[in-house]
């Protein structure tokens, strides 16, 4: 299975989303309340890397477009499907990192509604 290089970058966003996450969480079982800055954060790095995920595929089929027309026509089909998959996956896993951001944003702001009333 291959590993796209991109990855790291979407590992080290979901990271920062972990580290947000606790950081709301630690200041709640504290009793203090969490600097709603915290929570936007989780928010702004999941649509982030949506975006990021996005222009690397951009860029990425870019590449592949350019590759398809130095070959001249010549280039077997299963070689061009491989690398229109592999554009995909920077999006996938962008895609994979704000899902995650923006489910932890939506349970950090639905218990900070209930904890209130």
Known sequence: MHIHPDIAIFAILL??????TARVISARRRGIQ???R???????LGQISLALG????ALELT?????LEIGG???AADKIAGGLKSTLQATIHGLAVY????VIF??????EKKELS
């Open 106 to 111: 939506l349970v950090l702001r639905f218990t």
């Open 63 to 67: 590449h592949a477009l350019d590759a």
């Open 99 to 102: 899902i995650i951001a923006m």
């Open 73 to 75: 026509g010549t280039i």
């Open 15 to 20: 990271l920062v989303i972990f580290g947000f």
């Open 34 to 36: 969490a600097d709603h």
């Open 38 to 44: 915290w929570m936007e954060m989780i928010k702004y």
């Open 54 to 57: 996005v222009i690397l595929q």
